[in-house]
């Protein structure tokens, strides 16, 4: 038996409008940002964002601080709209993301739609013996590796998550996801017919599905977007 309709966002660039890992870091400290966007060839980010963190806060950044530059970070009106329509028609929203708990919570807390997420499926954030916050990859270092011969992090793969949310919460008439970066390509492959894929244009994912092999292996009918008036538009149609 079916349960209704899923919507599906990916956070950073898709349901908000900027990189909240790179965002906060910035606003607290351009030098920070620079100093570690450096070593991405060599660390894997979330470990580059654990270190950037301890180190702001190694330096005095409160995290008072974090919250303040958060809260202020770019959510469209329309986004938010969205949202509220789609839970007000009982849609199960899902965020799959990998930002990480801690600022995804703030950030849906500053702008009161905290209690219109269902489930928020991302790096875990926690605080360690000195009172620091961290993040640590949602599938860690030590963990077996998650074997996607896809584009997936390492430290997640978004596919196997939302096969497995599908398995536990539905199936649903329809499922909607929204995403930009080339990790939101495993969960699209998911997707059936009926389903719609809202790819970012001009980001990782838009150019990945340049390839024509690539995007025939998607079932879902792909809009591309740059504004969330479009989404906003596609949902009131297909999802409402």
């Not at 739609?113 to 993040?135: C, G, W």
């Not at 074997?147 to 196997?160: E, L, M, S, Y």
Request: some cysteine.
């Amino acid at each position: 038996m079916k349960v209704g309709n899923l919507a599906v966002f990916d956070f950073d660039w898709s349901l908000i409008e900027q990189d909240s890992d790179q965002w906060t870091i910035a606003k607290l400290s351009e030098d920070v940002l620079q100093k570690y966007m450096g070593k991405r060839k060599e660390v894997q980010w979330t470990d580059l964002v654990d270190q950037a963190i301890c180190e702001l806060q190694d330096n005095g950044i409160t995290l008072k601080q974090f919250e303040q530059v958060l809260g202020t970070i770019p959510f469209t009106p329309v986004m938010i709209a969205t949202l509220r329509a789609l839970k007000e028609h009982g849609t199960r929203i899902l965020i799959l993301s990998d930002a990480n708990t801690f600022y995804i919570e703030t950030i849906l807390k500053a702008y009161d739609v905290h209690d219109l997420i269902d489930d928020v499926i991302t790096n875990p954030a926690y605080f360690d013996e000195k009172n620091r916050l961290r993040v640590n990859r949602r599938i860690l270092a030590s963990s077996p590796p998650h074997q996607c011969p896809r584009t997936c992090a390492v430290n997640i793969c978004k596919g196997q998550e939302l096969d497995t949310y599908i398995k536990a919460h539905g199936p649903f008439e329809k499922v909607m996801y929204v995403g930009d970066g080339k990790n939101d390509y495993c969960p699209g492959l998911y997707l059936r017919e009926g389903d719609r894929m809202f790819v970012r244009s001009g980001k990782a994912l838009a150019r990945y599905l340049e390839d024509q092999q690539v995007v025939a292996a998607i079932k879902a009918k792909i809009t591309y977007w740059d504004s969330s008036n479009v989404v906003a538009m596609a949902v009131d149609s297909e999802l409402l």
